[in-house]
């Protein structure tokens, strides 16, 4: 069994600013009730993790924020706010590496990014800093169930963030929380059409769904939700933290 | 101007086993007129590097290689053949990472991956190693050219490879060949909805329209090509060359 041949990508217009406590299903389907798009079982669902850290609150009003003397010392190197080092450092579990102002930090949910995955931002003209979800796995399964109590569909859920690659220039989008999917497409064992065993043939196909979404999305048109179309998932069902590699098999902690 | 909100990624079937000195733009060009897909102005065409580094007899008999003494050293570690490794360490420009059997390298083409892009293969039931392209991103030239002279369409082309990344299990697709597209979209200094102006917003688009194309490739049924339609290239023309980060930025090197 192979994958299918063609898949559509739907940016999803339509959708709000989001405001803490707004019910990030509901938006959706409003959304797409006004396309004419509808939603299939099977259809994958990749929402940008700002728009659930925002329905969820996770927010920080930086005039809040009173920063530690490490942070004070950082943002004086680099002529940046110490509130938003502060922030950064609060949201890190542990600092991979740091040097010219930047922080790659392994963040509490256990990803590894630049500046633990906060965000600048702005409310109401009022400059917030936005934290990725307290736990993007759960939110996907919420807001999964909330698609199927309201639509009655069974889709696939991915929450994106845009994270930086060490060697690449440019950020990618990728899978930080996910339901309803297999995270992997599993070839190990497996032959190549030539009768050779494919190794090494783990796909993160997850974050190559969310990658592809984020083709459509758009930064500058409000558009943080994509419908990818005709993807099948095979494989064990599973979760984005399955996609942190375990340290032990980590040459870069 | 902001992106298109739908794009169509179609897996092309029909491309044979391909062999040395094959001419890969009319293998392309005969499964397209077997599929009902056609090829259009701005479709980008995506090659997995395989198939390109097969047809310039990028292969590398194992039957053919003499390992050198650091070679063997490694392989009396990990129990794996000798050869495989010398060809890895001569694919190699500079070993960023090695430990417990795993070589993380900068090709000479200047990207950093696992085993220096060198893939295990077989060829007629001789096992053989595949390396990258000389010069992907004249590969990608070339294709191009062949296309349009072809069919007289002007496209993007990407050709890829699976590449591993530190942090997170599995393999996803990138850009290590591009022509006819931008490989960013650059947002720095524009302003989001909320007039909030976007920074660290240089998206690596020519990586995730490689991501999106595998969702189509499948590693079982042969089908190395996919065609991405609907998006739309803006900013400035490159090369997957500039994906590279420049060793002054990189916190990994």
């Known amino acids: 069994m192979d994958r299918a041949n063609t898949l559509q990508i739907f940016g999803l217009d339509g959708i709000p600013e ?55 010392r950082l943002a004086a190197i680099t002529q940046r706010d110490p509130r938003h080092y502060e922030v950064v450092l609060r949201e890190s579990a542990r600092i991979v590496r740091m040097d010219r102002g930047i922080i790659i930090s392994e963040t509490r949910q256990g990803f590894v990014c630049a500046n633990a995955g906060v965000d600048a931002s702005n409310v109401d003209g009022i400059e917030v800093l936005c934290l990725q979800p307290l736990d993007p796995d759960a939110s996907a399964r919420r807001l999964r169930e ?27 989008n990728v899978a930080i929380g996910l339901d309803g999917l297999a995270p992997f497409a599993d070839y190990r064992g497996q032959q190549d059409p030539s009768g050779y065993e494919l190794r090494a043939s783990v796909l993160a196909v997850a974050d190559e769904l969310a990658s592809a979404a984020e083709l459509v999305m758009g930064k500058l048109a409000r558009r943080p939700v994509a419908i990818i179309r005709g993807f099948q998932s095979e494989g064990t069902l599973g979760t984005a933290r399955d996609l942190v590699m375990d340290p032990t098999r980590d040459l870069f902690r």
Chains 1, 2 share one sequence.
């Open 18 to 72: 989001v405001r803490s406590g707004d019910d990030v299903a509901q938006l959706i389907v409003d959304a797409i009730r006004t396309s004419e798009l509808g939603l299939l079982d099977q259809d994958v669902v990749v929402v940008t993790h700002k728009v659930v850290s925002k329905a969820e609150g996770r927010l920080v009003n930086l005039s809040e924020v009173e920063p530690s003397a490490f942070a004070r």
């Open 146 to 172: 909330g698609l199927r109590e309201l639509l009655g569909v069974d889709v696939g859920v991915i929450i994106t963030d845009s994270f930086g690659r060490p060697w690449r220039n440019g950020v990618i």
